[in-house]
Nanobody, 123 residues
Framework: QVQLVESGGGLVQAGGSLRLSCTAS??????????MGWFRQAPGKEREFVAC??????TYADSVSGRFTISRDNAKNMVYLQMNNLKPEDTAVYYC????????????????WGQGTQVTVSS
C-alpha cells in the first residue's frame, strides 16, 4: 500500500512563495514508472488539478502555469511543488497523488492520495 505524506503548507501573503513536499512510501514496484501530481480543493469547490509529472514531462493547470513548478526526486520518492507569486485564489487544501501510469489531469487516474496540507494566501 502506497502512503503519501505532504508538508510545507502554511499562511503566506499574496505575492509570496511556498514549497510543498510529498514523500511516498510502500511501493514495491518502480515509483518512477508512475505519475505524481498535485490537486487542490477550496471550501465549497470541487477538487481541481494543479500539476503532474512523469519522467521529464510535466503539465500544469492554466491558473498556475508560469507561477508553480513541479519537480520530482525519484531516488527519494519525493515530489515537490514550488509555488511563487501566490494569490488569494490559490487558497485551498493541496493534495499529493500518485499511481497514474500516464500523465493525467483526471483525479480518478490516481489511486493513492495524501491527507492534504492547507495553503492560505492572505490579500
Amino acid at each position: 500500500q502506497v502512503q503519501l505524506v505532504e508538508s510545507g503548507g502554511g499562511l503566506v501573503q499574496a505575492g509570496g512563495s511556498l514549497r510543498l513536499s510529498c514523500t511516498a512510501s510502500g511501493r514495491t514496484s518502480s515509483a518512477s514508472a508512475y505519475a505524481m501530481g498535485w490537486f487542490r480543493q477550496a471550501p465549497g469547490k470541487e477538487r481541481e488539478f494543479v500539476a503532474c509529472i512523469l519522467w521529464n514531462r510535466s503539465t500544469y493547470a492554466d491558473s498556475v502555469s508560469g507561477r508553480f513548478t513541479i519537480s520530482r526526486d525519484n531516488a527519494k520518492n519525493m515530489v515537490y511543488l514550488q509555488m511563487n507569486n501566490l494569490k488569494p485564489e490559490d487558497t485551498a487544501v493541496y493534495y499529493c497523488a500518485e499511481g497514474s501510469p500516464s500523465i493525467s489531469r483526471d483525479y480518478r487516474a490516481y489511486p493513492y492520495w495524501g491527507q492534504g496540507t492547507q495553503v492560505t494566501v492572505s490579500s
